[in-house]
Nanobody, 115 residues
Framework: QVQLVESGGGLVQPGGSLRLSCAAS????????MGWYRQAPGKERELVAT???????NYADSVKDRFTISRDNAKNTVYLQMNSLTPEDTAVYYC?????????WGQGTQVTVSS
């Protein structure tokens, strides 16, 4: 059974930074694209950033130049470094991964940006 487990969420002041991690575990023989999505209250889930197994990245316009996605293939882990956070970044952040040619989601981690 494959699981994606996020960590690193929390409360941060505007202008602050957080780093999210997502580790894939279980019987894994292939991981292709991984990514982060978020869902704010009353809104639909939206793409934040994705990264392929060759480290090609894609970002939502709203987070470009502030967020950086990276991955460690040896650890089956994807990261999201978030800088210059604003209250509009408040959401539950979900990890997504194409593992063993199936799509998996993490349980989500809350990020709250507030003074």
């Amino acid at each position: 059974q494959v699981q994606l487990v996020e960590s690193g969420g929390g409360l941060v002041q505007p202008g602050g930074s957080l780093r999210l991690s997502c580790a894939a575990s279980g019987s894994i023989f292939s991981i292709n694209a991984m990514g982060w999505y978020r869902q704010a209250p009353g809104k639909e889930r939206e793409l934040v950033a994705t990264i392929t197994n060759l480290h090609r990245t894609n970002y939502a316009d709203s987070v470009k130049d502030r967020f950086t996605i990276s991955r460690d293939n040896a650890k089956n882990t994807v990261y999201l470094q978030m800088n210059s956070l604003t209250p509009e970044d408040t959401a539950v952040y979900y990890c997504n991964g194409q593992v063993n040619f199936h799509e998996y989601w993490g349980q989500g981690t809350q990020v709250t940006v507030s003074s």
